[in-house]
């Protein structure tokens, strides 16, 4: 991450105050709450994950073996009975 100048970012007043709590240091300011997001929401690999998920869970329902659809979904054996057996 580059940093940036507090004297080309901040309001005078804001850096002045600024200034008295932390002057000649490196701050990290977070960004709020309500900015952050979950993993994979942006990139949409969330949705595509549960979306892959409940493919799984609904082809075993419908009879697919748990080997069968690790060889169709590219997964380890371990890895769909986990999704198969997890409670969402």
């Known amino acids: 991450m580059k940093y940036q100048n507090a004297n ?5 007043e804001l850096l002045e105050e600024v200034q008295k709590y932390a ?3 490196l701050l ?4 709020p709450e309500y900015l952050h ?3 994979g929401e942006d990139s949409g690999s969330r949705k595509y ?3 892959r ?3 799984i ?6 009879g ?3 080997e069968l659809l690790a060889d169709r979904f590219c997964l380890s054996i371990d890895s769909i009975r986990k999704i198969i057996y997890s409670k969402k």
């Open 23 to 25: 002057a000649g240091q």
């Open 8 to 12: 080309t970012v901040l309001p005078k």
């Open 57 to 62: 869970r609904r082809l075993f329902l419908l």
């Open 37 to 39: 997001c979950k993993w």
């Open 28 to 31: 990290y300011i977070p960004k």
């Open 49 to 51: 994950l549960l979306e």
């Open 53 to 55: 998920n409940q493919e």
């Open 64 to 66: 697919s073996s748990i």
